[in-house]
């Protein structure tokens, strides 16, 4: 049997552009690439990714590998999956990159499975081991309290990567690599049931992944009345209100903006937790921010540990008085 | 509908990140004295969501574990929430098994059972957090599966099941049989019923073996595993806070405006 070479990432494309994850994948893959060897090829599937398979090129990878099919919101886990096998079955990869998307979580264990070999999900750092050339997967567990490391025993193996776990690749307009068509044709047999449709919620002012600052509220908010105030901080910031489960659980704002193991990851710049006691679950998601403040009243909550700045209090005084100082900063 | 819900029992989620201690050098976790182990919430969840469609369409509700001990202590869980049956897969051989022993031991007493047209997990493990069970179980049955489920409707014998994306929902038709996995925004289990605590203490809970389930040998246990723990270690995520007071909190929250001006945080 032919020697495992070289690395496969899953490309995503949403709404024409290359997500941002995708971009983390290059760098990471890029960065493996030069230390394992061999080649660092992408795969896109969709319709009309010339341009983006291009950009991937710039953005570190030494092959773009193009399949047409359906768009994200139409393309079935099952289809995405046995590409990605076909593919790897021809090019015989090391180790194979997905992002932990909507789509890459789902798809990887299927993949694995068609692959008859090993897959870790969610990882926040893939690294090879100097001494011995393995490639190192790190994950969080027992819900964000520890961090395992896993050696895979087979190839290729499949990683998924965590979101805002790295830098994303910078395009370097010198890079030179080749766009691949590939004609992949799927047994739709293996393709069990239907997507039937993707529904994606407008989201209100910035992403959480691409706001510069975020806003979140927890438990000690109380209701959705007190998110009104931190809507308004964000809205001043220009950035994003997030949250943790129990205001999702509760009610008190839409389940889409939880933050944390079960919800988005976030790096932003400047993270202001308000009324969050900082249960590992939620610190997994944003611990990897530049700033941290957190207000809270309890001045034993754990996110104190883990914030750089901390004011013990009432958020409901609190705010305000944050909101009327930085107003006249901003403006001075 | 015939459903068959896997639950796992793990150590429980809301202990303090204080009480968490692991032993490096075995690279496991240290289960601390006095905290029982509980069912895996997430698979509280998918028996909650079998207990609403049973409510709706009728059948019964099968609850399989695996588990070297204890195990019968998160069946009886999920029999007094209201599941009909138990089956506890316990063997020598099955201990150290990794997620594709684990769904292969599963899916071989799965077809054991026979008679079921869904199979729920939760949509992740509370303790490794890897979330692949449900997956490799669908394939090793060679079935439809959906992850990540919020809702399930029942439509002429098919399923409708609503997927949680980040930023919205996916639906997907899927005929019968089919393998879902549970996410936690189908809402809290429901606590045990009085007459379901007497009941879940009267059931005989049968346990199969390697040998009830003709499971292969080769394919479980630490020798089949895929991959290799390097490390287990509990992360340092602290920062040194510097705590800003004043008269009030008002102005100990005014300070911290000007202290994010002159760190450059905004």
Known sequence: MAE??????????????????????????????????????????????????????????????????????????????????????????????????????????????????????????????????????????????????????????????????????????SRRGEVVPLDIRVDESKVKGTLLQTVREPVKGVALEEAKVVVAGGGGIGGSEGFRMLEKLAQLLGGAVGATRVPCDEGWVSSSLEIGQTGHVVSPDLYIAVGIS??????????????????????????????????????????????????????? | MNIIVCVKQVLDPEIPAAKFKIDAKAKCVIPPEGIPPVINPYDAQAVELALRLKEQHGGKITVLTLSDDGGDKVVKHALSMGADEGIVLSDEAFGGSDSFATAYILARAIQKIGDYDLILCGRQAADWDEGLVGSLLAHFLDLPLVTLAKAIEVEDGKLVVTRVILNGYQQFGVPLPAVVTVSNEVGQARLPSGWGI????RKQIPVWTAADIEADLSRVGPGAARRELQQLFIPSRERGCKLISGESTAEAAAKLATELREAGAI
């Open chain 1, 278 to 332: 900082g249960a590992p679950q939620h610190v997994v998601g944003c611990s990897n921010s530049k700033w941290i403040v957190a207000i809270n009243r309890d001045p034993e909550a754990p996110i104190f540990r883990v914030a750089d700045f901390g004011v013990v209090g009432d958020y409901r005084e609190a705010i305000p008085a944050l909101l009327e100082k930085l107003k006249e900063l901003l403006s001075a």
């Open chain 1, 4 to 173: 495992h070479e070289g690395i496969l990432l899953g490309g995503e494309v949403i709404e024409g552009g290359i997500t941002t994850l995708t971009r983390e994948l290059l760098a990471v893959g890029r960065g493996l690439g030069n230390e394992l060897g061999g080649p660092v090829s992408i795969l896109f599937l969709g319709e009309g990714i010339s341009e983006v398979a291009q950009e991937a090129i710039l953005l570190g990878a030494d092959r773009s590998y193009v399949v047409g099919g359906p768009p994200w919101e139409r393309l079935h886990p099952d289809y995405y999956a046995e590409v990605l096998a076909a593919v790897s079955w021809q090019i015989r990869p090391r180790l194979i990159l997905l992002g932990q998307s909507d789509l890459g979580r789902d798809a990887a264990p299927r993949l694995a499975a068609r692959l008859q070999t090993v897959v870790t999900l969610d990882c926040t750092e893939v690294k090879v081991d100097s001494e011995t050339g393995r490639i190192l997967q790190t994950r969080s567990v027992y819900g964000g309290k520890a961090m395992a490391v896993w050696i895979s025993k087979h190839e290729p193996q499949v990683i998924t990567l965590r979101a805002r776990a790295v830098k994303p690749a910078e395009p370097d307009t």
């Open chain 2, 198 to 201: 007497i009941f879940a203490a």
